[in-house]
């Protein structure tokens, strides 16, 4: 008896740690999957917005610039940067919407096919049909996205310049805000992208050097060439 308990008495106090150990197998199992999340996945929504506001920071300072090459007005600046501001978020939202579209119809028509092509298993083909078209893109959260993303890009010039009166400090501070801005913009993306991320910030910030500086010297030498 005393044998029989004794071994009873430890075998619960073996199968106690055995417990814990599965349960902590488990929990890491749980854990996995996280590490292992697949960034691909934000490629969509990540690439509308990340572009959207790059191309409203770097056209509309490049606009701005531009006019600033000619015109020491405030007001015309203001004014191009607004008028930059409303076409191109108009642009980006129409060309994502029709691309993200196209895409959208491609994929519902593979989806199609690939039903009639396995008619003789519906039940499984429901379930993974069902998996599918959650996962099919979003032509309006795109377009959405690619707008927005693009006005907060454009607002960063505007509200640069929009306070002061002095030429050319006015456009020093347009460089600087909008060389701060870039720097973030590829600096966040590439954090969100798990890319790395000096090397995208530095790629960002002289795209948008290049466009800003080609922009005002040719813009210059037509307007000092008199035509």
């Avoid at 005393?2 to 902590?24: L, R, W, Y």
């Avoid at 989806?111 to 083909?125: A, G, H, M, Q, V």
Wanted: net charge neutral; aromatic share 6%; glycine share 10%.
């Amino acid at each position: 008896m005393e044998t029989t308990n004794g071994t009873s008495i430890n075998n619960h106090k073996f199968t106690i740690p055995a417990v814990n150990d599965v349960e902590q197998q488990q929990a890491s199992m749980e854990l996995e999957p996280t590490e292992d999340f697949n960034y691909s996945k934000r490629s969509q929504w990540l690439r509308a917005a990340v572009l959207g506001a790059n191309d409203g920071l770097v056209s509309t300072a490049a606009l701005m610039m531009g006019v600033g090459a000619v015109k020491q007005d405030i007001k015309a600046m203001i004014l191009t940067g607004f008028a930059g501001l409303v076409a191109g978020a108009c642009s980006m939202a129409i060309g994502e919407f029709v691309s993200v579209y196209s895409q959208l119809d491609i994929e519902v028509a593979q989806l199609k096919r690939d039903k009639l092509r396995d008619e003789n298993r519906e039940t499984s083909d429901e379930e993974g049909s069902k998996g599918e078209k959650e996962s099919l893109p979003n032509p309006l959260q795109a377009s959405a996205a690619s707008a927005l993303s693009f006005s907060v890009g454009a607002m960063v010039p505007l509200l640069a310049a929009s306070f002061i009166k002095e030429y050319k400090v006015r456009l020093g501070v347009v460089v600087g805000a909008v060389s701060l801005a870039l720097a973030v913009f590829g600096w966040l993306g590439a954090v969100l992208g798990r890319a790395p991320r000096v090397r995208s910030a530095v790629r960002v910030l002289v795209g948008g050097w290049l466009a800003m500086g080609i922009t005002f010297g040719l813009t210059k030498l037509i307007g000092s060439s008199g035509l």
